[in-house]
T-cell receptor
């Protein structure tokens, strides 16, 4: 099993739709979790951290399920500008906060 | 605020040529710095990280090397490039328990 796995997609959704991505991780000792957004041929940018209790930032909601070892990102009311690749990052654990990145999930929002 | 500068943006180099990519940061001292590579269709691969001047940890054995000659400068080098070195190289800043990374704008390297 890979350390961090994501469905590469693409997820093709209409504007206004709600879409959710999952990211599974193998190291139960992982302590830090993040979602990044990467536009085509650009650097990844931190979208949000994922906290144990779940957290929300506008239309974006991130959740952590430690028992099943996955994190999720929910995007409500999708906009055309949400089209991008979404990378999850999970720390290695064992005292290291260096993250391992997933390969990303591609989202395409169409009119 | 913290900023990270990376150059050049694009580079085309012949096989066997040397490489030097530079990353500098502003607005912070004693940062943790990272070099990542993203090959086409693949995830981000950690190459090196540094927690201070002269301190380099290598993640993947390869023909690349890194140096940190100053607190806010991180350099990625190669003496002889291989075709497999092609990719998108990203310098990362920060991390830690709460913060994610800030990445530089990246260098897209094509080895021909």
């Amino acid at each position: 099993r890979k350390e961090v796995e994501q469905d590469p997609g693409p997820f093709n959704v209409p504007e206004g739709a709600t879409v959710a991505f999952n990211c599974t991780y193998s190291n139960s000792a992982s302590q830090s979790f993040f979602w990044y957004r990467q536009d085509c041929r650009k650097e990844p940018k931190l979208l949000m951290s994922v906290y144990s209790s779940g957290n929300e930032d506008g239309r974006f909601t991130a959740q952590l399920n430690r028992a099943s070892q996955y994190i999720s990102l929910l995007i409500r009311d999708s906009k055309l500008s949400d089209s991008a690749t979404y990378l999850c990052a999970v720390s290695r654990g064992g005292g290291s906060y260096i993250p391992t990145f997933g390969r990303g999930t591609s989202l395409i929002v169409h009119p | 605020s913290q900023t990270i500068h990376q150059w050049p943006a694009t580079l085309v180099q012949p096989v066997g040529s040397p490489l030097s990519l530079e990353c500098t940061v502003e607005g912070t001292s004693n940062p943790n710095l990272y070099w990542y590579r993203q090959a086409a269709g693949r995830g981000l691969q950690l190459l090196f990280y540094s927690v201070g001047i002269g301190q380099i940890s290598s993640e993947v054995p390869q023909n690349l090397s890194a140096s940190r000659p100053q607190d806010r400068q991180f350099i990625l080098s190669s003496k002889k490039l291989l075709l497999s070195d092609s990719g998108f190289y990203l310098c990362g800043l920060g991390g830690g328990s709460r913060g994610g990374y800030t990445f530089g704008s990246g260098t897209r390297l094509t080895v021909v």
